[in-house]
């Protein structure tokens, strides 16, 4: 082929996102709706399609649905209904999936991300809808049967369909790890991947740069990590710039990612759409969603991270980078939030939580819901520290053994001996004696040299390990020494 | 031997009474009943599963419950036949099809569980046609079940084992399933009366699915005060069931008799067309004249919309059913066919499992459902069935009720119609409108052929008039003075062709 120029593409992405509603019960049926477990230990007739049962729909989980939509700016439907998406497969129990088709419950929302450093974007939603999750077909090895486990089979999900708005893999990342605080702020969802309570598809197109038209689409499924959203796309985005830049052309269908490889290979090619037979599920009525419900559950619609991060720097102060860090997960800004309640300056009370409690997490490798140490804790420490019972460094180390042993401030101090010596007359006789020791300093002082003073406090600190008042000790050492210069 | 005096065998609740007041014990009526099902159940073949040993347990549990000083529920130990796609906890449920062949669902359905809290005695699993798809019970993968008044003919269907069960003095109460005349129809067939209640007054939950928008379980009788009693019973909200009808049944129950005086019954003119046999005609108007001579006025209706409830009908139906069906995949439960690929496995067990009337309406309702046909079918057939109610609704500005024949024949020859689906489907005519609008319909005897056939006539009445109509069904039955007590099969004409089978 003759070596021309070649064409620039740019690709077009939009995410579909599933993600597991944070309900006790499954959608349809009474069934606990956890993860894990001996498998087929959480079913009912419901939930596998006995003869004759029927689904009754979890108010709570149109609550979280709601909420979803709220949070994304969604127009929610006066009236929603439930559809069947009809398919064959041995981890659909019902051979077909109660789901929504042509009446999503929220529409026509919007997610804001950072696409870089203080730059938002938004990408539009064109909806959310509520289904039940399928359960999970399992094929051991060496047998030649397949096993199933209904235990996930009517887990409450949400489908929340992006615009292909998204215009790098990068995007792609940062609108979903966006999406998945959004969440987990609104506290509707987990979120998480790995236990696939978050699933994500995408739909990459290219197209000739200053094209408008989208290309042919293609689907990239089993996606199951974040740093797979990019890999899945720069391989996919490159696939497709190839196949067009040799002539080739983009086939629409359906991609499945390999984890190991990084790469894409083809799963089943949509020459005609399939056909799911969709019809309004007769065993649920049409639900009415009395504008009422709707405010009330926008009233109570936490704070989203975004506001949060813009509250942290603007009203109280805090860097970008601390407001930033505390708002990474709800439960850090929930931990920061009830330090500062409990009494500490937000600035304090960033740098203790984002400096010492993080870090310890990290080096811990544990999470803050599984945290000993409250809030209140943290603040009797601090205040501890303020009262000059522990130096700054002492009330360091006491957080650490609070955190490592769940401890209160005043017990680990205690335990630690690490209690500030404020009694003047015990370290006025440890002052006494340093002085004799060091007698070549106490002359540079008395030659003239303020800055043996510190010095000489430095030795007071190392002889009381660090326990001594500094303040008192420096006051100990003018009272003894008088100014710098020949002793009177 | 017989233990019951006669006056019982004629009333359900006269058992429940003299139960209650310990004339009699359950067992007793439970011998009864199981001595006459092993005299004729050979022949007539109404029920697929009846276990006299679980049977006379249950009877045994309620004469203690009675000797202990609990004599309430309106059922004390009376029989009542249940329809098989019925969920019968640990008792197999087979919807007449070998795709559930011993099938036994974990739990009861609703309607199961209300008439146990009564007290009923749970009587066997009843024949019908598979999944309740037919209209003569020769649809069953388990053998037709014969007419107990003419054993050469078919019960109706699809609830024909229920209806022949109660004729034949198997059972004083039956359940049947009525979807689009499968109660009525049957009950019409064998002589018996058959009620189907306004969509979402009887708890669907444990009904196995044929058309959800459509199915209702219905009460069958001997006569319309035991109807009304099972209805009593089974009927209510039920929070397993969003479908279900958040109405207290309570005072519908309880309201005041109408009186026939000043009735207005509405007559369509196209109830009155040709393909209604005259003496099912002339059993109808006669039940016309009695009314008008009791005070009662006449008015002349016209729905014409009635011809197309049929097509209507049946494009729901085969849609919905096309779905409902899809979970007997012989993943879960029932046979499974031996395949080496899942998508084999799926069509040969299914092909194996499912009997030609089944498969003929999953592939038609698959086709309805198929993209680019729903608006022309399933939706339209959806606005069709708005029409039909808003017909009904007009007619019931101008009338309280609305009175026909239920069937257009009385009970046809077995195999008459079997190999001619259209036919079949035509045995629907007048059953099929009052479902579509999902409002209550019952049939009543009101005669017999000269050839001693049964004759059913017909009442449709607005959503949750059940009671009413059945109380003014009560009065007609009075009018008609009929002696509505169960046939003995073994002097029922005999059959003359093939037809019955046990082919279980």
């Not at chain 1, 789901?99 to 999503?104: F, L, N």
């Not at chain 2, 202990?68 to 529920?73: E, I, L, Y």
């Not at chain 2, 209702?216 to 209510?236: H, K």
Request: glycine share 8%; aromatic share 6%; charged share 25%.
């Amino acid at each position: 082929m003759a070596a021309e120029t070649k064409t620039a593409f740019e690709p077009v992405i939009g995410l579909e996102v599933h993600c597991q509603l944070a309900t006790k019960t499954k959608l349809f049926c009474g069934c606990e709706a956890g993860f894990g477990g001996q498998p087929n230990s959480r079913i009912c007739p419901i939930c596998t399609a006995q003869p004759g049962s029927l689904p009754v729909l979890d108010d709570e989980a149109l609550n979280l649905a709601i909420t979803v939509g709220l949070a994304l700016s969604c127009t929610i439907r006066a009236k929603t209904k439930f559809d069947r998406k009809n398919y064959f497969y041995p981890d659909l129990p019902k051979g077909y999936q109660i789901s929504q088709y042509d009446e999503p419950l929220c529409e026509h929302g919007f997610l804001e991300f950072e696409v870089e450093k203080g730059a938002t974007k938004r990408a539009r939603v064109l909806r959310v809808h509520m289904e039940e999750d399928a359960g999970k077909a399992l094929h051991p090895e060496k047998t030649s049967s397949s096993l199933v486990d209904l235990n996930r089979a009517g887990v409450p999900l949400v489908e929340i369909v992006g615009m292909p708005d998204l215009a790098s893999p990068a995007e792609a990342s940062a609108y979903l790890q966006a999406l998945r605080r959004l969440l987990r702020f609104a506290g509707v969802s987990e979120c998480d991947m790995e236990k696939g309570s978050l699933r994500c598809d995408a739909n990459v197109s290219i197209r000739p740069v200053g094209e408008t038209k989208l290309g042919t689409k293609v689907e990239i499924k089993n996606i199951n990590s974040f740093r797979n959203v990019e890999r899945a796309l720069v391989f996919e985005i490159a696939r497709q710039t190839e196949a067009m830049q040799s002539g080739g052309k983009i086939v629409q269908e359906t991609r499945s990612f390999r984890d190991t490889e990084g790469t894409t290979v083809s799963m089943r090619v949509k020459e005609s759409a399939d056909d799911y037979r969709y019809f309004p599920d007769p065993d649920l009525p049409v639900f009415e969603i009395d504008p009422a419900r709707v405010e009330r559950l926008r009233k109570a619609l936490p704070e989203s991270f975004l506001v949060k991060r813009a509250r942290y720097r603007d009203a109280w102060g805090l860097t970008e980078y601390d407001a930033r860090v505390l708002t990474e997960e709800p439960a850090t800004a929930r931990f920061f939030e009830a330090v500062v309640a409990a009494g500490l300056p937000p600035k304090a009370a960033a740098n203790w939580v984002q400096g010492e409690v993080l870090g310890w997490l990290t080096e811990s490798k544990r999470e803050l819901e599984t945290l000993q140490t409250t809030p209140a804790d943290l603040v009797d420490l601090v205040k501890m520290a303020e009262r000059g019972e522990l130096s700054h460094l002492a009330a360091k180390k006491v957080l650490r053994q609070m955190l490592d042993t769940g401890a209160k401030a005043a017990a680990a101090a205690q335990s630690l001996d690490l209690l500030q010596i404020r009694d003047a007359s015990s370290l006025g006789a440890t002052v006494d004696e340093v002085l004799q020791q060091e007698a070549k300093i106490v002359g540079d002082y008395r030659g003239g040299k303020e800055t043996a003073l510190n010095a000489l406090l430095g030795r007071v600190m190392r002889a009381t390990k660090g326990k001594g008042d500094p303040n008192l000790i420096k006051e100990l050492l003018l009272q003894k020494l008088g100014p710098a210069g020949p002793a009177k | 031997m017989a233990r019951l005096p006669p006056e019982l065998t004629r009333s359900a609740r006269a058992i429940a009474d003299a139960v209650r007041s310990r004339k009699v014990s359950a067992r007793d009526v439970a011998d009864h009943y199981l001595e006459r099902a092993a005299r004729h159940d050979g022949t007539v073949h109404a029920f697929l599963h009846l276990d006299p040993a679980a049977i006379r347990a249950e009877a045994d549990a309620v004469d203690r419950r009675v000797a202990a000083g609990d004599a309430s529920g309106a059922l004390l130990g009376v029989p009542v036949a249940i329809k098989d796609n019925l969920c019968t906890r640990g008792v197999p449920t087979t919807c007449a099809s070998k795709i559930l062949a011993d099938y036994r669902p974990p739990y009861d359905a609703t309607v199961v569980a209300r008439i146990r809290a009564a007290g009923g005695v749970v009587f066997g699993k009843t024949n019908l046609d598979e999944f309740a798809m037919g209209a003569s019970t020769e649809n069953s993968g388990y053998g037709t079940t014969r007419n107990p008044r003419d054993l050469a003919r078919v019960p109706g269907g699809s609830s024909g084992g229920s209806a022949a069960a109660v004729a034949a003095g198997f059972a004083p109460l039956a359940l049947g399933s009525d979807t689009g005349g499968s109660v009525r129809q049957p009950a019409s067939l064998c002589g018996v009366v058959g009620l189907r209640p306004t969509y979402g007054l009887v708890s669907r939950y444990g009904l196995i699915a044929f058309a959800s928008s459509l199915d209702q379980v219905g009460p069958l009788a001997l006569n319309v005060d035991d109807t009304m009693l099972l209805m009593e019973v089974i009927g209510g909200h039920d929070p397993r069931d969003s479908t279900s009808r958040k109405v207290d049944l309570a005072p519908l129950a309880k309201a005041p008799a109408p009186t026939l005086a000043g009735l207005k019954v509405g007559v369509p003119a196209e109830y009155k067309v040709e393909g209604v046999e005259p003496e099912v005609r002339a059993a109808v108007e006669r039940c016309e004249q009695l009314l008008v001579k009791a005070g009662a006025r006449l008015v002349p209706l016209a729905l014409p919309l009635t011809p197309y409830a049929i097509p209507t009908y049946y494009l729901v139906v085969t849609s919905e059913a096309s779905s409902n069906l899809a979970r007997f995949d012989g993943v879960r439960y029932g046979p499974r066919a031996d395949a080496r690929e899942l998508s084999h496995m799926y069509g040969l067990t299914r092909a194996q499992g499912f009997g030609d009337e089944v498969k003929r309406r999953i592939m038609l309702g698959t086709f309805a459902l198929s993209a680019g046909y729903f608006d022309a079918y399933y939706k339209k057939s959806l606005q069709v069935r708005q029409r039909i109610l808003q017909e009904f609704t007009e007619a019931f500005t101008k009338c309280d009720f609305v009175l026909g024949p239920t069937a257009p024949t009385a009970a046809f020859p077995i195999g008459e119609k079997a190999s001619d689906p259209v036919q079949m489907y035509l045995c629907d005519v007048f059953t099929a409108p009052a479902p579509l609008a999902g409002l209550p319909a019952l049939s009543i005897p009101c005669g017999t052929t000269k050839g001693g056939l049964p004759i059913g006539a017909q009442l449709q009445g607005p959503a949750c008039s059940d009671f009413r109509m059945l109380r003014v069904a009560r009065e007609l039955e009075k009018l008609l003075a009929l002696d509505l007590v169960p046939c003995d099969p073994a002097s029922a004409p005999a059959p003359t062709n093939g037809g019955a089978s046990r082919g279980r």
